[in-house]
């Protein structure tokens, strides 16, 4: 590789001035964005994305679904493209960065290609995925699915939010094209995205190299009790449900540190019936999500949560439960395209540390059909899908500058 | 005591055809009554109850906060009077029998006086404590409270219901009293009521004689977390509030076995905010209601939870606390006047159990002023506050002959 090549960086002042301009297309008051897929504010952000893209001189197009892609010539066109993109959509009250940082990224790229009048061999395709966030159509990671072939384009279409608007209304009044393109082959593809938790910030490491998705699974347990008055009822007459989650909880947690510091184990959502202050509760219900990137510690996990629940509800002799309401296999990055963005953060000189993503994102369909991988960035706190969200823009350039040079080796003529 | 008096029974049918035929004024469909404080359907049972004691010759009249007193003269009337009664309103989803039973057991023995033409010497009067329930205006026993001097009647007039409605407004309505008539004394005081609870049933006993009501409170626990995402967010990262949860909940319930079977603990709500799934809480709420009738005991137990509370919030670095939003000190009812129970149970040859109220009831605050005692009986299941709320004739029945057999020797000459 030439070392005029080996040299190239972005425009880390442009990113970040694209960065907060993306910011201003459905600003909340707290510093935040509400950009819901499909919405006006939505669809004014791929509008501006559409401009810098053809700016840039790409070609445009939609599919089916909504998927938007940029798509910068190579000298061989017909080649396998090199991919690289995230979503513009954001949470009700989401922040800056989540998904939008790997579409403006992407576009630096293909920006700094043009800065330096770098020709690549294979063409270079910057995606916008429809709906990732999954908050107004409560699919999340829906245009990357029904493109990589994994949900179907028609039940995506007839997907509805609250209002009973469809999928199918918002992409005829954006007039998109209604049959799905044939896809097309995917040499390499790579997600740059903020990290979504605290783990870079607190090691003080630039650069996560993302080796994959980890298993992930959300459960209900339902624990059925007897309404009793709090007063005039013995302990030991009652059928308390508090009573088996104050079994449950400590060993749930004990369970999963028994598998490892990568274990995740998480109660979000605890609700009591009737929820009277002097009525022993007559319903209990929590929620229980388990994660682990290693999938035979994963099923183990989730085995032993399972177990612990029926152990329990058989001794306080109890009906109920756990049910999975969602499941989402783990997945394993390409190696040879993890090894392509820890090499370019070698090269680049930046502290790197080989992790597995927490959260779903739509690498994880794209890694279904094509050769793919994921650069993380540090995030303030760790705190995502919040209006507080942040990044530092060094953080920030510095992990478009690793996708850059993750990307390049693939493209170029010796790759 | 003459033989005939000693053989002196209620009329059982009467008094359950009577509890049927109140039962129909505000029936739910599921079987229960909605005759909340004040209401027209409350109205419309205490205009049913009027008519009853009436037609028994009795003299009734209301006083300023709407408690109504049915009055049958004794043969000195100027004399301290023994009186009896409960509530006739109820939950919105309320039963049959909490609160109606003790009045009509006390128009019972009014009656069954009648039919055996027995002249007391001391007045016997009938109670009906307006707003026992405290559901519609929020102030539990509050006709009660209002007449034995414990809570200031202006305030009492003031409060409102969701509507704006205050108990003036209804009370005006319904044409009552604007003065509160001064208190008369009062001899010995009453009340019959359903346990609420699963003892007697358990125990196949038929008469509780209750020596008192438990000290009581009702507690908020406010743990701060911080929210983070259920994947990115390493165990040792998080600042979860369940984890404390899952500390306090098994100590809770150990710290309430040490003292005692008498002691009571419950947890009857349960908040996580936000409430999702896949986020770690950032907040976490629950209510802890305590009651032991051993004064030293809830004192001990309540410092112990409380303990429990800044141990574990200090332990896991979050701040939060314990703060308690009820309290109700525990009452010891006469022992004179228990006596009177324990006794007509036995003479009536009844199974009886010396027991402590769980639950507040009028007769909390009619002790403060005269001697007092109450008679509970059996319950199905231990159900009240609940529209399948239900009991057996023959108790019903049983208890009202306890009753009448206890205010006898208070009432009649040779007392």
């Given amino acids: 590789m030439p070392d005029s090549i080996k040299s190239l960086r972005v425009n880390g002042e442009r990113l970040w001035s694209r960065l907060m301009q993306m910011a201003t297309i459905g600003a909340t008051r707290s510093g935040g964005c509400n950009r819901q897929a499909l919405s006006d504010a939505d669809m004014a952000g791929r509008k501006?994305?559409?401009?810098?893209?053809?700016?840039?001189?790409?070609?445009?197009?939609?599919?089916?679904?909504?998927n938007l892609f940029a798509r910068r010539a190579g000298s061989e066109d017909c080649l396998a493209v090199?991919?690289?993109?995230?979503?513009?959509?954001?949470?009700p009250t989401g922040g800056k960065f989540d998904g939008v940082y790997g579409v403006l990224?992407?576009?630096?790229?293909?920006?700094?290609?043009?800065?330096?009048?770098?020709k690549t061999r294979h063409p270079?395709?910057?995606?916008?995925w429809c709906n990732e966030e999954g908050s107004r159509f409560s699919m999340a990671?829906?245009?990357?699915?029904?493109?990589?072939?994994?949900?179907?384009?028609?039940?995506?279409l007839g997907l509805t939010d609250r209002a009973g608007i469809s999928v199918r209304d918002e992409l005829t009044r954006a007039g998109f094209p209604t049959h799905m393109e044939q896809r097309q082959a995917v040499k390499a593809s790579f997600e740059a995205h903020i990290e979504q938790g605290p783990v870079l910030e607190q090691k003080a490491i630039t650069i996560g190299v993302v080796t994959g998705v980890q298993h992930m699974s959300r459960h209900e347990v339902l624990i059925e009790g007897q309404e009793a008055h709090a007063g005039p009822t013995p302990m030991d007459m009652r059928r308390d449900p508090v009573r088996v989650l104050a079994d449950l909880l400590p060993a749930m947690y004990a369970a999963t540190a028994q598998h490892g510091p990568s274990a995740r184990f998480t109660v979000g959502c605890i609700e009591t019936q009737p929820g009277s202050p002097n009525t022993v509760p007559g319903q209990l219900r929590f929620t229980v999500d388990i994660r682990h990137?290693?999938?035979a510690q994963y099923a183990a996990l989730k085995a032993a949560i399972g177990r612990l629940v029926k152990e329990a509800l058989e001794r306080?002799?109890?009906?109920?439960?756990m049910q999975c309401f969602w499941e989402a296999p783990g997945v394993t990055f390409d190696a040879a395209c993890v090894s392509a963005v820890r090499s370019a953060a070698e090269t680049l000189g930046f502290k790197a540390w080989d992790m597995v993503s927490g959260a779903g994102h739509d690498s994880c369909n794209v890694a279904a059909v094509a050769p793919t991988a994921m650069v993380f960035v540090p995030c303030a706190g760790g705190l995502s899908h919040n209006e507080a969200e942040s990044a530092a823009p060094a953080d920030l350039e510095a992990g478009a500058n690793v996708l850059l040079h993750a990307m390049l080796?693939?493209?170029?003529?010796?790759?």
């Fill in 48 to 66: 501006l994305l559409k401009q810098w893209a053809e700016a840039a001189g790409c070609t445009v197009r939609v599919d089916a679904i909504g």
């Fill in 293 to 295: 990137p290693d999938g």
């Fill in 316 to 321: 306080h002799r109890l009906p109920g439960g």
């Fill in 409 to 415: 080796p693939m493209a170029l003529p010796h790759a």
């Fill in 82 to 91: 090199v991919m690289t993109g995230s979503h513009l959509d954001t949470q």
């Fill in 105 to 118: 990224a992407g576009l630096e790229v293909i920006e700094s290609l043009n800065d330096h009048a770098v």
């Fill in 141 to 156: 990671m829906m245009g990357s699915a029904v493109w990589s072939g994994s949900y179907p384009l028609s039940k995506a």
């Fill in 124 to 128: 270079v395709e910057l995606c916008v």
